[in-house]
Nanobody, 121 residues
Framework: QVQLVESGGGLVQPGGSLRLSCAAS????????MGWYRQAPGKQRELVAT???????NYADSVRGRFTISRDNAKNTVYLQMISLKPEDTAGYYC???????????????WGQGTQVTVSS
């Protein structure tokens, strides 16, 4: 069974920084795209950033220049470095990865359980 486990969320003041991590574990052959999404109360889940296995990145306009996504393929881990955080960044942050598991011919999307980021003074 494949699992994605996030860590690194918490409470931070406006202008502060946080680093989220998401590690994939279980029985699988390969991970293609990985990404971070977020969902604030009463709002739809939205894309924050994605990264391909080759390192190409994509960002939402609202976070470009403040957030950096990266990955360590040897550790099956994706990171999200967040700086200059704003109250509107407050949300549950969810890791996503397309994974070819040992029991599937196809790449399937997996989600982590989410980690809360709260930006408040």
């Amino acid at each position: 069974q494949v699992q994605l486990v996030e860590s690194g969320g918490g409470l931070v003041q406006p202008g502060g920084s946080l680093r989220l991590s998401c590690a994939a574990s279980g029985s699988f052959f390969n991970i293609s795209n990985m990404g971070w999404y977020r969902q604030a109360p009463g709002k739809q889940r939205e894309l924050v950033a994605t990264i391909t296995s080759g390192g190409s990145t994509n960002y939402a306009d609202s976070v470009r220049g403040r957030f950096t996504i990266s990955r360590d393929n040897a550790k099956n881990t994706v990171y999200l470095q967040m700086i200059s955080l704003k109250p509107e960044d407050t949300a549950g942050y969810y890791c996503n990865a397309n994974i070819k598991s040992s029991v599937s011919y196809y790449y399937l999307p997996y989600w982590g359980q989410g980690t809360q980021v709260t930006v408040s003074s």
